[in-house]
């Protein structure tokens, strides 16, 4: 694994060489930093499963950039129209077989493995944008409620307790009813806006409707995804507004929301950063699964989910390998996250990291 | 007189209230007056739980005080909010016990050292140089900005902790057992260097701990707390030689002496039970339990601070007729 680590160290480099020609003297100022940097490329570099994790993150996010535009046939022509017998056509694996799409086609005849290019990067998408939305709002309300205490804590703190009591499926159907036509209403007025969500999810325009589809669903786990954020994090904040440095910053004369920001987010973050890799997971077969049920979007659109759920009405006689495959790469995607997420526990976690550290020393007297 | 006098504390009461009951307070302090004159060293001893810590946070506003009033260069602060409080602290800072958790472990010692600066917009030119030239203050190098705190050893993280205190330039500074968490190699260093600060900067200390004789080294002037008030207060020296308090007497009578045949020589008195609950402070004196010279008195009347020498203080009704 040294080949990862030499590489980390060159990224590290890179972007010190960039931070440096802005502003001369970063790289005296920021050597303890850099060598925090160093000492985590390090103990990433040491655990297979975090490497392997991070390959299979890497790979999933560049097949979801380029996917749509590699992707080698438009997922809204249906070959069936041309002839019946592409419909569900089985894997044809060289050698015995040639010409035809590798792991076969789907219910339309679209070949698979270019439509899963599709579903990649919805699936990608969706995953990280609830994360990305769902965890700041429950870090902001975590912070509050712990730092404030009292009233605040209570009111925050019921309020998550709701959330977290219902039930994310349930809301997501109701949201899937009602909010789709309210959002396509939006995107047929404003042609930025369309654009824009088409680019973002690789399909195009025309689809607005779909669109409208995965954003609802979207919104329905963004709305259920925070509480957990808020409650790891008030409960870190607990432990960390006891602190003498937090009083010390009172004196310094800061502001709450300096304090809040400089002072208890960075001592808390890392828990946090551990459970939005693990939920990305989550998020990624939560969506495929709402679109499995068919609250997501309709056809033509080739999501992941979607497909899975269109198989399973000729599974397992003619379309066994749709399934496998998209399966396949569903678990894939989410193991990837969770493999990440694992090593970076390791990685954040100052306790783990002594031994990882105390390591490195011995390695380098060698 | 009044002139002289920088901070004032009148009466002044914390009570905390206990968990899941509605009628039980601990009265952590209860009834502290006080005064500091500018350029001393007021010293407050006393065992843990005494109420000695969260006297040094009532005093600098970081808790709300019950009661009682708070007067610092003759203006109440009792009240203080936002601004006004601001202003305070830029005037009054704190030096906290252990330097391992009172400096943020995610921030490296320049930034740490910025924050009061930028935050009350003082001048001070090009910031790099500044920080150096301070860093030499208290003994430390230009090479220890830029390192994060676990880099540091204890007693350098202390020494940190004392330069963001001063860094504003304060008149007063509490220090709550500034020395207790550091090997006692360090802790006369950093004592040292406390009182080479105080004359360069004609600061005016509150100094908190829990070991008497460090307390009469750094001071001018001592008060003994004994269960959220003040037993004893008078000038170091008499206090030390003469102490007039029969708990003032059990705990010199605690200090090590270096010499074992004065040692040997040292009429033992030992302290008997525990420190009653602060929950439920006894009647009258609330020594009175653990003190083998009570009387009836102490029993019902609790004893008022009296002067029975020149600026000497004591609560004890052993001296009440003189």
Known sequence: ?????????????????????????????????IREWELMAYAYSRSPIGVLGGLIVFVTFILAVIGPMISWEPYWEYKIIINESYRYMPPCLPPSCTGSPLLGTDEWGR??????????????????????????????????????????????????????????????????????????????????????????????EAEYAQIAALLSIWLAMVLVWWPGYARIVRGSVLSIREMPFIEAAK??????????????????????????????ATATLFAASLSFLGLGPQEPVPELGFLISKAGYYFPE??????????????????????LGDALRDILDPRTRRAIEYRMEKEKKK | ??????????????????????????????????????????????????????LGRLVLKLIEPTSGKIFFEGKDITKAKGRELKEYWRNAQMVFQDPHTSLNPKMTIASILLEPIRFY?????????????????????????????????????????????????????????????????????????????????????????????????????MAVMYLGKIVELGPSDPLFENPLHPYTKFLLAAVPIPDPKIARSREKILIKGEPPSPINPPPGCRFHPRCPFAMDKCRREEPPLIEVERDRFVACWLYASK
């Open chain 2, 121 to 221: 917009k003082i001048d001070v030119g090009d910031e790099e140089e500044f920080l150096a030239k301070q860093m030499e203050l208290v003994g430390l190098g230009r090479e220890h900005l830029y390192r994060y705190p676990h880099e540091l050893s204890g007693g350098q993280k202390q020494r940190v902790a004392i330069l963001r205190a001063i860094i504003t330039r304060p008149k007063f500074i509490v220090l709550d057992e500034p020395t207790s968490a550091l090997d006692v190699s360090v802790q006369a260093q950093i004592l040292e260097l406390l009182k080479d600060l105080q004359r360069k900067f004609s600061l005016t200390y509150m100094f908190i701990s829990h070991d008497i004789s460090v307390v009469k080294y750094m001071s001018n002037r």
């Open chain 1, 251 to 280: 004196l310094s004369g800061l502001s709450t929301w300096s304090i809040l920001f400089r002072h208890v987010l960075p001592n808390v973050i890392s828990p946090v950063l551990v459970m939005m890799t693990f939920d990305i």
């Open chain 1, 318 to 339: 003619r379309s066994s390998h749709v399934v496998a495959f998209l399966g396949i790469i569903l678990l894939v995607m989410a193991l990837g996250w969770n493999l």
């Open chain 1, 111 to 204: 070949d698979i493995i270019a439509m899963s290019l599709y579903g990649i990067r919805i699936s990608f998408v969706i995953s990280i944008v609830v994360v990305v939305l769902g965890a700041p709002l429950g870090i902001i309300l975590g912070l509050i409620a712990g730092y404030k205490g009292g009233v605040v804590d209570e009111a925050i703190m019921r309020i998550t307790d709701i959330f977290l009591a219902f039930p994310g499926l349930v809301l997501a159907i109701a949201f899937a009813s009602v909010l789709p036509q309210r959002i396509r209403g939006a995107l047929e007025s404003n042609s930025i806006l369309r654009a824009f969500f088409a680019g973002l999810f690789g399909l195009r």
């Open chain 1, 1 to 33: 694994m040294d080949f990862i680590y030499i590489l980390l160290k060159k990224i590290i480099w890179k972007y010190a060489g960039l931070r440096e020609k802005i502003s001369p003297g970063w790289i005296q100022k920021n050597s303890s930093r």
């Open chain 2, 1 to 54: 007189m009044s002139e002289n006098i920088l901070l004032e504390v009148k009466d002044l009461k914390k009570h905390f209230r206990v968990r899941g009951s509605l009628t039980k307070k601990v009265r952590a302090v209860d009834g502290v007056n006080f005064y500091i004159k500018r350029g001393e060293t007021l010293g407050f001893v006393g065992e843990s739980g005494c109420g000695k810590t969260t």
